[in-house]
């Protein structure tokens, strides 16, 4: 028997352990621990998210730290109230007028000279070989012609056309006015 012994159970303390079928013995207050690291907590982003959504926290831990992401839906617009907050955006307006037209610009430098271009083919030359009262008389004299082949008709010069396979005609042609003439010698009297 443990007399001279204090014995604690059930929150109670008996002088022997006979009192008690779960006692134990009191032991003397150890020594004091390390200090633990404590974890810390930080804000990450924040970010508006669509009116409709939820709110939502995204948790990241880094070691001992959590960092938290916000996701904050949107709020709707309010009406306008007698205070005169800010209410619904209102239609877009309808188109204003032109403005005035700004001055003119300085004329640029002048560019550089361009390339010379290649040499085009030698052009067809025209030779007259005679004349008809009407085109008619021409087609069926001469019904096809070589390219350069012309005739007067009347006062207008036809070309035989190897592209349109006819005689064209390509305008009145005339040459230039002569000088005028010595006054003739007056006539007998009547």
Known sequence: MM???N????????????????CFVKGPTGPTGPRGSG???????????????????IEHQEQSNHILDFMIPRGL?????EMGLQG??????IQGPPGIQGPQGIVGPTGPTGAVGEKGEAGTSVTILGSFDTKEELEQMHPV?????????????????PEQKAWVDVGVIRGPTGP????GNPGLRG
Do not use: M
């Open 88 to 93: 619904l955006r209102g239609p877009q307006g």
């Open 39 to 57: 974890d810390t907590i930080s804000v990450g982003t924040v970010r508006t998210v669509d009116a409709f959504e939820e709110a939502n926290i």
């Open 145 to 161: 012609g070589k390219p350069g082949d012309s005739y007067l008709v009347d006062s207008n010069l036809y070309v035989w056309s």
């Open 180 to 183: 005028t003439g010595k006054e």
């Open 77 to 81: 617009p309010g009406e306008k109230g």
């Open 7 to 22: 014995f604690y159970g059930c929150k109670k303390s008996f002088p022997s352990q006979s009192n008690c079928s779960f």
């Open 3 to 5: 007399s001279a012994q």
